[in-house]
C-alpha cells in the first residue's frame, strides 16, 4: 500500500525549530519529487516547499524562504523549520508529485500539526 | 498567500451541475496546468483533476475540469450530498517561481 506517514509536529514557542519528518512507503520514493503543503486552522490550503527526487532542486514559498529547509533521503522526506513564528500554525501534510504534470499531488499523509505559541 | 481566486461558496441541491471557477493569470493558468482538489474538513485533500481535465483512476466522471485563457473551472455533474466538501485549484507560478493554490469553495449541498 502507498503510504506517507508525518511525524515531528508539537506545540513549540515562538523563535523555536522543529524537524518534520514523512516517511514513504508501497512505492519507489527516489523516483517522485516531494513536497510539504500546510493547512492553517480554518483556513486554505498553501504550499510551502518542494524537492526534485534527485533532491538537486528545492523550492519555497515567500512566506518560509530562508526559515525551512526541504530535504530527502532515501526513504524520508523532511522539513526543518525554524524561527517559528505564530502564523506557522498549521498542519503540515507530505505529498508526493505524479509524473503528468506540475502540482499533480496524487498522495497525501494524514498531516501533522504544529502549533507555535507562547 | 492565494494568487487564484475562487468563489467562496456554491451550492445546489441533489442532481444539480454545479461549477466553480479558478481565475489566474498569464504568470500561472496562462501557462501551467491547474489541478484540483477536494478536502472534507478535517481531512487531506484529495486528487480530483489534474492537467486541467483529466480524472485520476477512482474519481467519478461526474466530475469534469476545464481551462480557457487565464481561467479553470471545476463542474460537478449530478450533485450528491458526499460531494460537500471543500475544493482548491493549484498552478505553478513563474513570477513566484512556486505553487498557488485558490482561496477555496465550499460546496453545500441542500
Known amino acids: 500500500e502507498v503510504q506517507l506517514v508525518e511525524s515531528g509536529g508539537g506545540l513549540v514557542k515562538p523563535g523555536g525549530s522543529l524537524r518534520l519528518s514523512c516517511a514513504a512507503s508501497g512505492f519507489t520514493f527516489g523516483s517522485h519529487s516531494m513536497n510539504w503543503v500546510r493547512q492553517a486552522p480554518g483556513k486554505g490550503l498553501e504550499w510551502v516547499s518542494s524537492?526534485?527526487?534527485?533532491?538537486?532542486y528545492k523550492y519555497y514559498a515567500e512566506s518560509v524562504k530562508g526559515r525551512f529547509t526541504i530535504s530527502r533521503d532515501t526513504a524520508k522526506l523532511y522539513l526543518q523549520i525554524n524561527s517559528l513564528r505564530v502564523e506557522d500554525t498549521a498542519v503540515y501534510y507530505c505529498v508526493r508529485s505524479e509524473y503528468h504534470s506540475s502540482g499533480d499531488w496524487g498522495v497525501w499523509g494524514q498531516g501533522t500539526t504544529v502549533i507555535v505559541s507562547s | 498567500q492565494s494568487v487564484l481566486t475562487q468563489p467562496p461558496s456554491t451550492s445546489g441541491t441533489p442532481g444539480q451541475r454545479v461549477t466553480i471557477s479558478c481565475s489566474g493569470s498569464s504568470s500561472n493558468i496562462g501557462r501551467y496546468n491547474v489541478n484540483w482538489y477536494q478536502q472534507i474538513p478535517g481531512t487531506a485533500p484529495k486528487p480530483l483533476i489534474y492537467s486541467d481535465n483529466q480524472r485520476p483512476s477512482g474519481v467519478p466522471d461526474r466530475f469534469s475540469g476545464s481551462k480557457s485563457g487565464t481561467s479553470a473551472s471545476l463542474a460537478i455533474s449530478g450533485l450528491q450530498s458526499e460531494d460537500e466538501s471543500d475544493y482548491y485549484c493549484v498552478a505553478w507560478d513563474d513570477s513566484l517561481n512556486g505553487y498557488v493554490f485558490g482561496t477555496g469553495t465550499r460546496v453545500t449541498v441542500l
Open positions: 524537492i526534485s527526487s534527485t533532491g538537486t
